[in-house]
C-alpha cells in the first residue's frame, strides 16, 4: 500500500485532526510538512510552538518535540528554548489573533531582536475558534460577531508591522498558492534570524458565514483571491486600492546577527552590581 | 564584574550581601543557568546582577519585554533542560500567574522569586501569601518557601531549585522588601558541600517512552528538547502520553497525579524551625521577616517568665499542618504574627479550631512589627 510520504511526520496518537472541512490552517499544516521533507528538516531537533486557536493546533499533529495551550506566548516561549539551546529549530504556528492582538507586544520585540525563530500567521481575519469576533486583522466594514454594524477599527499590517520592528525575512502568501507557499515556507525554515510568512486564509465556518456570506470554501478562497495582488504589481495601483488587498511576495530577506540573550560576557571588568 | 568572580558558580566564603544578590549566588550555585526578568523594585538586584554573573558562567540572560515574557521564557528555556529562574516584586507577579499555571500543568520545573512590596510603593509587607498559593488558575499545588534572612534567601533558593527538579512544579521563593534590600552576612559553602538535586531523564528510548507516565513519587521523567523524544506539552487535558484528549476520567486521574505528587510528599517539602517550644504555653507562629522580631519578643519574654516559644515556618505553603497542630494542642494561646491584615492566621485558626485559642498579631503599613508591639501582644495575651 501507498503511504503519503509526509506522513511520518505526523503525530498519530493526535489524528485525526480537528479542522472544519476546508479550514485553511489544515492546508498550512500540509504545506508545512512537504516544505520540511523537501529540505530534509530534521524533525529530532524541531520544537513547534503553537499558542491557542486552531491555527495554534498544528504542533499537536507535528511528530516533534512540541508546546501548545497558552494565548499569545509563543514567542516568550522560543525566547527561552532558543537561547538556551540555539541548536534547535524553533518553528511557531500562530493566528492572527495569537501573533497581532494578545502576542502583539512579543512579536515586535522578537522582531526587533532577529529571535532565530521562523513564525508562521496564519491570517483568516477573524478568531475563528471562539466563533468569529472581530480580530485586528479584520478589514474595515466587515460583519462579524462582535462587530454586527460592521467593523470601525483599521487593520493591522502584520507584515509592515514586524518590517517596522525590524524582521529580517518578511513575506505573505494566500492559501490558493499551494507551491508558492511550500517555497516560502522553505526559504523561511532556511533563513537564520526571525522569518515571518503570513498566509491568508480562508475560515468558511466562522469569516466565511459571517463576514462575506458564504460558508462554502471555494469562495471563500475566491474572496481571497479577489483581494491579492502580487508584489510586482502592486506599484502600478494607487494607495487607496491597496487599502483592503493583499500584497503578496517576499518583502525583506537579509542577514543579520541572531539575538543571544541581553547580555553576554564582554570584557575583564565591567560597572556591574 | 570581576576577575575574582569570573567563570565561578559558587562563591564559596564570607560576605557581607544585599539580600536579592544572595538569591542570584544561592541560584548559581544550584545550578541556574537561565534567567529572565523585566525591571520591577524592589527585585532589580537580581537582574542586574544576573545579567553580570550569567554571562560570567555561561549561562542565559534576557531582560524580557514584561514578566509574561520572563515567565515564559523561563519555562521554554526549562523544556530545553535549563535550570531557569525569573524575580520580580508583587506587581509583576500579578501577571505571571498565566504562566505559572502552564508551569504547573505541563510539569515544568522553575523558580521564581516574588519580593512582596507595599501596592506600588517599595515598603515591607506579606500581603501577596495567599496570592502565591492561590493565584494561577484551576486546580493545583504550590511550593512557597519563606526565608527570613539573607543567609536563608541563598540557602532557600538553592532548597526551591532542588524542589522544583524533584517534584517538576514552580517553587516561590516569598522575598520581602525587608530582607531583599538588607545586606548582611552571608557565608557560602564549598561547592561539594552544597546538595543539588537533578531532574530525572528517560531511562528508555523515544519509542517506549511515555512522557507524562510518573515514576514511583507521581512524578514523570523529563527529556529535554531535541533529545529526540517528540514530546507534546500542553495545558488542555492529556493521557501519559501526552495527547490531547477530553475524557473526564483522563482529567481527573491527571488533576490527581500533578496535585497528590505534591499533596503526598509534605514530609519532603516541609520545614519548620522551633525556638523555645519545648515548654511553651504560648506559641508564636511566623514566617519570613516576621520571624526577627517575633523571635526577640520571644526572647524578652522569656527574661519576664512568659513561657513563650516560636514556631517559624520556612515552608509557608504546602501548609506544615503536622507543626502547626502540634503547637495548638501543646499552647493555650496562638499567636499567629503576619505583616498584613491577617491571611495566614485563617490556615493557622483552621487547624487550631477546638485545640486553643488562635488570636491574630496583624500590620500592614509598610514596616515589620516592632519587637515591643509583638512583647505588648504576649503580655496582653497571658494576661
Known amino acids: 500500500m501507498k503511504v503519503n510520504p509526509v506522513r511520518k511526520y505526523l503525530r498519530k496518537d493526535s489524528l485525526p485532526h480537528f479542522f472544519c472541512p476546508g479550514c485553511g490552517s489544515a492546508q498550512v499544516l500540509n504545506f508545512f510538512v512537504q516544505a520540511a521533507e523537501e529540505i530534509n528538516l530534521d524533525f529530532d531537533q524541531l520544537v513547534a510552538i503553537g499558542g491557542v486557536g486552531c491555527t495554534a493546533r498544528i504542533p499537536v499533529y507535528l511528530d516533534a518535540d512540541a508546546m501548545h495551550g497558552i494565548h499569545g506566548r509563543t514567542l516568550p516561549w522560543a525566547t527561552g528554548i532558543k537561547l538556551h539551546n540555539p541548536q534547535l529549530k524553533v518553528v511557531i504556528f500562530s493566528g492572527d489573533g495569537d501573533a497581532a492582538a494578545i502576542g502583539g507586544n512579543h512579536l515586535i520585540q522578537a522582531a526587533r531582536r532577529n529571535l532565530d525563530v521562523t513564525m508562521i500567521v496564519v491570517n483568516n481575519l477573524t478568531f475563528g475558534m471562539t466563533g468569529g469576533q472581530a480580530a485586528p486583522t479584520t478589514l474595515k466594514t466587515l460583519s462579524t460577531t462582535t462587530t454586527p454594524y460592521g467593523n470601525l477599527e483599521p487593520p493591522f499590517d502584520i507584515c509592515r508591522l514586524v518590517i517596522g520592528a525590524g524582521a529580517t525575512f518578511v513575506s505573505r502568501s494566500t492559501t490558493n498558492r499551494p507551491r508558492q507557499t511550500v517555497n516560502l515556507l522553505k526559504k523561511a525554515l532556511q533563513h537564520p534570524g526571525f522569518s515571518l510568512v503570513e498566509i491568508i486564509s480562508q475560515c468558511p465556518t466562522n469569516f466565511g458565514r459571517r463576514a462575506i456570506n458564504s460558508g462554502d470554501p471555494t469562495e471563500g478562497v475566491m474572496w481571497i483571491e479577489e483581494h491579492t495582488l502580487l508584489l510586482k504589481d502592486a506599484g502600478a495601483y494607487p494607495a487607496v486600492e491597496l487599502e483592503d488587498r493583499y500584497v503578496v511576495g517576499t518583502f525583506v530577506d537579509r542577514i543579520e546577527p541572531v539575538f543571544a540573550g541581553s547580555s553576554v560576557y564582554a570584557s575583564e571588568e565591567c560597572e556591574c552590581p | ?383
Request: glycine share 8%; proline share 5%; hydrophobic share 45%.
Open chain 2, 1 to 383: 564584574m570581576t576577575s575574582q568572580t569570573r567563570g565561578k558558580r559558587v562563591l564559596t566564603g564570607t560576605h557581607f550581601m544585599m539580600g536579592n544578590f544572595a538569591v542570584v549566588e544561592g541560584a548559581l550555585a544550584a545550578g541556574c543557568d537561565f534567567f529572565a526578568g523585566y525591571p520591577i523594585t524592589p527585585a532589580n538586584e537580581i537582574s542586574e546582577r544576573m545579567s553580570a554573573r550569567l554571562a560570567e558562567v555561561g549561562g542565559k540572560f534576557i531582560q524580557g519585554e514584561d514578566e509574561l515574557c520572563s515567565i515564559y521564557a523561563v519555562t521554554g528555556a526549562s523544556l530545553a533542560g535549563a535550570k531557569a529562574m525569573t524575580a520580580t516584586a508583587s506587581a509583576g507577579y500579578n501577571y505571571m500567574q498565566e504562566g505559572i499555571e502552564y508551569a504547573v500543568a505541563a510539569e515544568i520545573p522553575c523558580v521564581i522569586v516574588n519580593v512582596q512590596r507595599c501596592r506600588g510603593e517599595n515598603f515591607a509587607t506579606q500581603a501577596d501569601i495567599m496570592q502565591m498559593r492561590w493565584g494561577a488558575a484551576g486546580d493545583h499545588e504550590m511550593i512557597v518557601l519563606a526565608p527570613a534572612s539573607v543567609q536563608e534567601l541563598f540557602d532557600y533558593t538553592i532548597w526551591a531549585f532542588n524542589l522544583a527538579e524533584k517534584y517538576r512544579n514552580p517553587v516561590v521563593v516569598m522575598s520581602e522588601t525587608t530582607i531583599a534590600l538588607m545586606r548582611e552576612k552571608l557565608v557560602i559553602p564549598e561547592p561539594a558541600q552544597i546538595e543539588i538535586l537533578n531532574r530525572k531523564k528517560p531511562e528508555v528510548p523515544p519509542g517506549q517512552f511515555l512522557p507524562f507516565k510518573p515514576d514511583a513519587n507521581g512524578v514523570p521523567p523529563m527529556p529535554a528538547f531535541g533529545e529526540g523524544y517528540h514530546t507534546l506539552y500542553s495545558i488542555n487535558p492529556h493521557d501519559e502520553r501526552g495527547s490531547i484528549r477530553w475524557d473526564p476520567d483522563v482529567f481527573e486521574a491527571m488533576v490527581a497525579r500533578i496535585t497528590g505528587k505534591i499533596s503526598q510528599h509534605t514530609d519532603d517539602l516541609i520545614r519548620t524551625e522551633g525556638f523555645f517550644l519545648d515548654d511553651a504555653e504560648i506559641i508564636l507562629i511566623a514566617y519570613g521577616s516576621e520571624c526577627r522580631p517575633t523571635l526577640e519578643a520571644v526572647q524578652q519574654a522569656r527574661m519576664k517568665d512568659i513561657p513563650a516559644g516560636l514556631l517559624k515556618l520556612a515552608t509557608v505553603w504546602p501548609v506544615p499542618e503536622n507543626a502547626i497542630r502540634a503547637a495548638a494542642k501543646q499552647a493555650s494561646v496562638i499567636l499567629a504574627v503576619e505583616m498584613n491584615i491577617g491571611r495566614y492566621a485563617g490556615e493557622i485558626e483552621r487547624i487550631g479550631a477546638g485545640l486553643c485559642t488562635v488570636k491574630r498579631v496583624t500590620k500592614n503599613r509598610g514596616a515589620v512589627h516592632t519587637v515591643q508591639e509583638i512583647l505588648t501582644a504576649i503580655e496582653e495575651a497571658v494576661r
